[in-house]
Nanobody, 123 residues
Framework: QVQLVESGGGLVQAGGSLRLSCAASGRAFSNYAIGWFRQAPGKEREFVARISWSGGRTDYADSVKGRFTISRDNAKHTVYLQMNSLKPEDTAVYYC????????????????WGQGTQVTVSS
């Protein structure tokens, strides 16, 4: 069982930056790949980025590639999402999730979810 808690969301102007954190507790955190997803009002939850259990592989949605960076510190049981050059269309609730499935980018493949943190980007 893995418990996840996101933090770091807030209100920022377009072009600004935020860093989200996903703190994990429970057993064997380092065995799980971690993904970030987001969900805007009236839209489906979508994949943003993911990182392998070792941190050696990362993948990004095309919409955030070059602007967002995912990283992890297994010693601190924390995964980060650095978000730069934010746009109004990045506004959403951001969730982190854990999976034992390699290369997973769909929500149904993730077993554990945090409660989400709101990111609002004003124009």
């Amino acid at each position: 069982q893995v418990q996840l808690v996101e933090s770091g969301g807030g209100l920022v102007q377009a072009g600004g930056s935020l860093r989200l954190s996903c703190a994990a507790s429970g057993r064997a955190f380092s065995n799980y790949a971690i993904g970030w997803f987001r969900q805007a009002p009236g839209k489906e939850r979508e994949f943003v980025a993911r990182i392998s259990w070792s941190g050696g592989r990362t993948d990004y949605a095309d919409s955030v590639k070059g602007r967002f960076t995912i990283s992890r510190d297994n010693a601190k049981h924390t995964v980060y999402l650095q978000m730069n050059s934010l746009k109004p269309e990045d506004t959403a609730v951001y969730y982190c999730a854990a999976t034992g499935v390699a290369l997973a980018t769909t929500p149904r493949n993730y077993d554990y979810w945090g409660q989400g943190t709101q990111v609002t980007v004003s124009s």
